[in-house]
């Protein structure tokens, strides 16, 4: 028989955003239940955000004493990537433990049920055979999984998603990269670092293909000098695994066929939205969707909020939970400010780091904007020039010609994700370009540069 109880709010999924949403509306004095499956928090700190960013903060390290040579002297380093896999465990994910979380929610109020929730109508959710009615509604925010794509063998393999990969505890001899965007790519360089032998096999014509086509250069350079292997415009057509090695056949882009031989392949070819399971059907939406559509106030529905992954407006933390923010605001019945998505940040954290707000140059042109463009390369200013060896990058502005302020802007560099943060102010405040031109920029720093990228906009 089925238990019902009455709350206020129920949040499905506990990721980033969810986490936070539960938290400020029982600290609101609403009766909230929490609902997570998996681990509280979701896939940013276990799999995801936090423990990556360790392992490439450990990679760099180690890229760094090989630039000493043309520094500084000499240096040796010795990689042993048990130092980093036991950060990982013990520093960042509690051994992927999540009592921590659960006490934290819990003592902020909210009521959390470990399993899987399905909507059974709106405002109704049922979990472990109990049914929770909530007075206000239900906000959604299952996020997404590792997807594997529908490649012969693959799925009869032990391949890793980054799931795997966050937990390993040594790095593969060997490995094969299947996919090229920020996450294959920035697994494939920290994996190299530690002295994997990689191969990043990439569909589109280029390694980080949703940036900027000069920000793939730079990356692309970079893992040259790594001495990653990169097939771009390649396609995996069959994947076989015999006495513990992995072959990958690939066509690549001249359409030879080639087989890649690795002790390890990590799948990173997109993500699957949480949604085909939760009971989408039950309040007039297709649990085929790939995403949940929502208004500027984060609703997707009668008595339902989504935020997060789930949404399609960036697979980010900072998305998740500046989404959860404007869910908070109106559940609570505050005022807006209510979504807007024109500068939204992102930074791929390779070596050098991919900073990117707002549109690219192609994105800006076919949503119709004049477009007037300005780049200047890193290693022109004098920041650049004075770093040496990992100094590689390039500032990329792009401006919407007649409103006379920048939509978009890419910044690559050594410190690419922090010079972003001035870009993306002008563009979220959308600064008149003049105004952006007329301030006086810090010397020799790496964010001089933007300075030359306005400059090039008059070509
Ligand atoms: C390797 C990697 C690196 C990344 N690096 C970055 C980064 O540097 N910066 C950044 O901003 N983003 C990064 N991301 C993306 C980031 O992890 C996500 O955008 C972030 O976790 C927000 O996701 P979310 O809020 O949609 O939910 P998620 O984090 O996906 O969590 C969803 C939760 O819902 C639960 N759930 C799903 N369905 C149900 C159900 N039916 N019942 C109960 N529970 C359910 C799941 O168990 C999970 O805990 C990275 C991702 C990966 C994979």
Redesign the pocket.
């Known amino acids: 028989m089925t238990d019902t109880q009455q709350v206020d709010l129920v949040v499905?999924?506990?990721?980033?955003?969810?986490e936070s949403v539960a938290t400020e509306a029982a600290g609101a004095g609403m009766r909230v239940v929490g609902?997570?499956?998996?681990?509280?928090?979701?896939?940013?700190p276990y799999?995801?955000?936090v423990p990556?960013?360790m392992m490439i903060r450990a990679a760099n390290s180690l890229a760094e004493t090989r630039r000493v040579d043309g520094l500084a002297g000499t240096a040796e380093a010795s990689p042993a990537f048990d130092v980093v896999a036991r950060r990982i465990r013990d520093e960042a994910t509690d051994d992927w433990d999540d009592t921590v979380a659960v006490e934290r929610l819990e003592k902020a109020g909210v009521r959390f049920v470990r399993?899987?929730?399905?909507l059974v109508g709106p405002g109704v959710v049922e979990?472990g055979g109990t049914r929770y009615v909530a007075s206000v509604g239900v906000v959604l925010?299952?996020?997404?999984?590792?997807a594997a794509p529908p490649v012969d063998g693959l799925a009869d393999t032990p391949f890793w998603t980054?799931r795997e990969?966050?937990q390993a505890t040594t790095a593969p001899a060997s490995l094969v990269v299947m996919g090229g965007g920020?996450?294959g790519a920035?697994?494939a360089q920290a994996f190299a670092r530690f002295g994997s032998r990689v191969s990043v096999v990439e569909m589109a014509p280029r390694l980080l293909a949703l940036e900027e086509p000069e920000a793939s250069e730079v990356v692309a350079r970079s893992f040259a000098t790594d001495g990653i292997q990169v097939l771009v415009g390649a396609t995996v057509g069959a994947v076989e695994h015999a006495d513990g090695r992995f072959a990958v056949s690939v066509t690549d882009a001249e359409g030879t066929d080639i087989t890649l031989d690795a002790d390890r392949l990590l799948v990173?070819a997109g993500?699957r939205p949480?949604l085909s399971?939760?009971g989408l059907d039950t309040v007039g939406l297709d649990p085929a969707a790939r995403t949940v559509e929502t208004d500027e106030r984060m609703r997707a529905g009668e008595k339902l909020w989504a935020?997060?992954?789930?949404t399609g407006e960036g697979?980010?933390?900072?998305?998740?939970m500046y989404q959860a923010g404007i869910a908070v605001r109106d559940l609570t019945g505050a005022d807006g400010p209510w979504a807007s998505y024109h500068a939204v940040p992102?930074?791929t954290?390779t070596d050098p780091e991919v900073g990117a707000v707002g549109l690219t140059e192609e994105q800006a042109r076919d949503a119709g904007v004049d477009v007037r463009t300005g780049s200047t390369p890193l290693g022109s200013s004098s920041r650049g020039w004075i770093h040496g060896p990992g100094g590689d990058g390039v500032i990329k502005v792009v401006e919407d010609r007649a409103a006379g302020h920048l939509v978009g802007a890419t910044s690559v560099g050594p410190a690419g994700g922090e010079v972003l943060s001035m870009l993306a102010t002008a563009v979220h405040a959308r600064v008149p370009t003049m105004v952006l031109r007329e301030q006086v920029l810090a010397y020799p720093t790496f964010h001089r540069a933007v300075s030359s990228a306005l400059a090039d906009l008059d070509g």
């Open positions: 499905l999924g506990l990721g980033p955003g969810g609902i997570d499956e998996r681990l509280v928090g979701g896939e940013c799999y995801g955000c990556s960013k399993g899987h929730g399905r979990v925010n299952t996020g997404t999984a590792p980054n990969a966050m920020a996450i920035e697994l990173a993500r949480n399971d939760i935020i997060g992954d789930i697979a980010f933390t900072h998305m998740s992102r930074v954290y």
